[in-house]
């Protein structure tokens, strides 16, 4: 069986790897409306899924779930060893200018913005270390099915994005700091940018690591529809 709205694209005794829609939870919020996610939708299949990292409501992509306590321990600390390498997709504002490598980096550390949380703001003094790489990738004409006005469609870039670390909307962040917001942003974009696209422009579509058990080196990818 498989969980409603959620693809699974491995299973095994140890772990699960799941294609999550943009705007479903990973776990529950607060509140009745928001206790539908991913989480209590695979528990309804496999009872010992068990979170090890989360995407935003908005960002869609794969998502990795332990089945045991000893296993989600080892994936996170894998992730925090940094041996779990994941890649995004993005469609950002403006034209980027190409770097002067194969890939770009943003380093800017990045602190809860507690005035105004959950954001997340750059912070030199009190935020944590954090790292992306970034490069350019070829346009894909499909994002102009997500525009919100067809005969005003600005320019825009296709990235593709590597986080090194993992800190809480470390793209959205960094990409709003590099002066090239995420379309479809309504937390870190411009107005007009946030409303220029009917979702987060944002996707998790690679997902590489060893398995926990086996060793064996995993490797998933996750089609992208921009």
Request: charged residues 20%; proline residues 8%.
């Amino acid at each position: 069986m498989i969980p409603p709205g959620v693809q699974a694209l491995y299973v095994d005794d140890a772990l699960l790897v799941l294609d999550k829609p943009a705007q479903l939870l990973t776990v529950p919020g607060r509140g009745a409306d928001k206790q539908d996610c991913v989480a209590t939708r695979a528990q309804s299949i496999w009872p010992d899924a068990l979170v090890v990292h989360r995407l935003d409501q908005a960002t869609s992509g794969l998502l990795l779930m332990a089945r045991s306590k000893a296993v989600q321990r080892s994936l996170s600390d894998a992730f925090a060893q940094r041996r779990v390498h994941k890649r995004y997709l993005a469609l950002v504002h403006g034209t980027v200018a190409p770097p002067s490598t194969p890939w770009g980096q943003i380093d800017l550390p990045i602190a809860l913005d507690w005035p105004n949380r959950p954001l997340r703001v750059i912070d030199a003094e009190h935020g944590k270390p954090s790292c992306t790489r970034w490069r350019i990738l070829s346009p894909d004409p499909r994002w102009h099915a997500f525009a919100t006005n067809a005969h005003e469609l600005q320019s825009a870039t296709r990235l593709e994005l590597e986080p090194l670390t993992g800190r809480s909307h470390q793209l959205r962040v960094h990409l709003q700091a590099f002066g090239h917001s995420i379309l479809g942003d309504p937390l870190y974009a411009e107005a007009a940018q946030a409303a220029h696209t009917t979702r987060l422009m944002l996707h998790a579509w690679r997902l590489e690591l060893l398995h926990p058990v086996s060793a064996q080196p995993l490797q998933f990818e996750s089609p992208c529809a921009f």
